[in-house]
Structures are given as C-alpha cells and as structure tokens.
C-alpha cells in the first residue's frame, strides 16, 4: 500500500514557477513509476508527466515539454515537479500517481487507469 500526499500548489503570475512535491509512504515506493496528472475545472484529468522507477525515464506532455521537469528522490520517497514559465492553461488541480509496475512503455504512463495509487491533489492557479 503507498500513499501519496502533493504539496506546493499555490497561486503564481503567468511566467513564474512552482514546484510540486509528491511524498510517499511505504517502503517499496522506488520501484513505482510515479505520473503528474492535472484537471481542469469543466475538463478531463490529462497527463502531464511521469518518471520511472529509477528516474531514468521521463515522458511528458506536449504542452508542458521544455517548461516543466519530473524528477524522483527514492532515498526520500518524494517525486517533483518543478514548473517554470507558467501559464494561465496551467491552472488545475495537479495529482501525483504511482504505477505498481516496472515497466516503461510512454503510451501506457500516459494513462490515468495505468496507476494504482493517487493523491488528493494540489491547487495550482496562474493569473494572466
């Protein structure tokens, strides 16, 4: 069993930055892959990222590509993602999720219903 807590959401000016946190308890957590999800108020949860269990693999969405990092601390158990050049569309709800397997394949990270453990996510607001 993980669980995952997000923390770091906040409210930021179109082009500053925010870092999300996502910690986790359980010992086994560095071997999940670990997603970024967002959901828009009227919209469907999208992908926005993930990494693998080691960090070696990241995906991330199109419209986050060159703007925002996904990076992992096993020793820590905590996921990041760091958020530079923000934007009005970036406003949502982030959650993180974690993906009992090991494997890596982008086109299933980028699936919601591939995860098996979510957070209760973290308000995210950027004013125009």
């Known amino acids: 069993q993980v669980q995952l807590v997000e923390s770091g959401g906040g409210l930021k000016q179109a082009g500053g930055s925010l870092r999300l946190s996502c910690a986790a308890s359980?010992?086994?957590?560095?071997?999940?892959?670990v997603g970024w999800f967002r959901q828009a108020p009227g919209k469907e949860r999208e992908f926005v990222a993930a990494?693998?269990?080691?960090?070696?693999?990241?995906h991330y969405a199109d419209s986050v590509k060159g703007r925002f990092t996904i990076s992992r601390d096993n020793a820590k158990n905590t996921v990041y993602l760091q958020m530079n050049s923000l934007k009005p569309e970036d406003t949502a709800v982030y959650y993180c999720a974690a993906r009992r397997s090991t494997s890596w394949y982008v086109e299933v990270v980028e699936v919601s219903d591939e995860y098996d453990y979510w957070g209760q996510g973290t308000q995210v607001t950027v004013s125009s």
């Open positions: 359980g010992r086994t957590f560095s071997s999940y892959a």
């Open positions: 990494i693998s269990w080691s960090g070696g693999n990241t």
